[in-house]
């Protein structure tokens, strides 16, 4: 008798622990499980941010490749410009001499 008490008491420690056990490891389990949920959102996310940044990258990529672009012509046409002066002024210059020559030869008529 006190053999079969024994028995049942060890079986029924065995099983209370067995069941507590697994309610821990369940536990544990689903806590993971929930954590694993909120990493893979965090994830999913963090890559719906990295697609908007790039997209904003490459536009503003693409627009300081125009801004570039811009400014090359605008480079040109200033060299353009400062050659059309340069040309200008020694136009002038010759026309200055030209009407001070006729001056002269005018004053030297009268």
């Known amino acids: 008798m006190f053999f079969e008490w024994s028995l049942t008491t060890l079986s029924l420690l065995l099983t209370i622990f067995v069941l507590v056990k697994m309610f ?3 536990s544990l389990t689903v806590k993971e499980q929930r954590n694993n949920d909120v990493m893979k959102l965090t994830l999913k996310e963090a890559e719906v941010l990295i697609r908007k940044y790039q997209i904003q990258l490459q536009r503003a990529l693409g627009n300081i490749d125009i801004l570039t672009e ?8 200033i060299k353009a410009v400062k050659q059309r002066n340069s040309q200008y002024r ?14 002269s030869r005018i004053e030297s008529l009268l």
């Open 24 to 26: 821990y490891f369940k």
């Open 90 to 103: 020694i136009e002038n210059e010759k026309l200055k001499s030209r009407i001070h020559e006729l001056e």
């Open 70 to 77: 811009q400014m090359n012509k605008l480079r040109r046409e």
